[in-house]
């Protein structure tokens, strides 16, 4: 996913690095600066993509059919970031990384790509443009975070983690909006064709209702929404200080 933050300032930097873990080896870097520039390229592919069909139909309606395969694609290439921490290379926790990039996957997939009538839906585009913007800025801090080494690009790493961490107050309440209710509008459909659901009798004694699933994932938002959005207000006020440090320090 990232590189370990940057320092908070030059003289805390000195006095700690003998006490901070060996960070990812020079591949590991330089696997980590190909894979940021790819999925930023990517997602910028998708804003682009999205603007194009928005200026070519003068409408917002029906815009992920422009965006949809760029979309799928590096939505899943996500998932490396799992591995990612899995292996070490990135100091993330594995169980809120994998929760974040399963939940978008699971969106993506099980409910955009599955119920192809809620794919016309504005509660689409909601999420998809919060998303867009949301990479673009996460992407971008990593690639020049992980470049550190050059002083212009430290300068444009505390630019965009300052907007990283200011963005999200719109971007994340209107991110969890539009994925409630692209599920919500996925529920009727769900429930009239009977998809992904197992009914018995069957030989595995076994039996899954996706609808009722749809609507226990609906009603998860409820606790952990609060608790992730509060997290990140935590983290905002936390660079923030320490970018108010720094450039003190300077």
Not at 62 to 74: R, T
Request: with cysteine.
């Amino acid at each position: 996913m990232s590189a370990p933050a940057m320092g908070t300032s030059k003289t805390a930097h000195t006095d700690s690095s003998h006490k901070k873990k060996k960070g990812p080896g020079t591949l590991a870097i330089a696997y980590l600066v190909i894979y940021n520039v790819v999925m930023t390229a990517g997602w910028l592919v998708i804003a682009v993509g999205l603007v194009r069909a928005y200026l070519a139909r003068g409408s917002y309606h029906g815009l992920y059919y422009s965006i949809e395969k760029p979309l799928k694609f590096f939505q899943t290439g996500a998932l490396l970031e799992i591995l990612h921490c899995a292996v070490g290379i990135v100091p993330s926790s594995v169980v809120l990384t994998g929760f974040q990039v399963m939940s978008r996957v699971f969106l993506t997939w099980a409910v955009t790509h599955s119920v192809r009538e809620v794919q016309s839906e504005d509660s689409v585009l909601l999420f998809v443009v919060a998303w867009t913007v949301t990479e673009i800025i996460r992407y971008s801090f990593y690639t020049f975070s992980l470049l550190n080494h050059l002083p212009y690009l430290i300068k444009w790493a505390s630019f965009l983690n300052i907007h990283r961490y200011t963005f999200f107050i719109v971007l994340y309440p209107m991110g969890v909006a539009g994925e409630l209710l692209t599920i919500y509008a996925a529920l009727p459909y769900v429930q009239k064709t009977g998809l992904y659901s197992i009914t018995l009798p069957n030989k595995y004694n076994f039996s899954f209702d996706y609808h009722s699933f749809l609507i226990l994932v609906m009603v998860s938002y409820i606790p952990l929404f609060p608790q992730l959005y509060f997290h990140m207000m935590r983290q905002r006020k936390k660079v923030l200080g320490h970018m108010e440090e720094y450039s003190k320090v300077e």
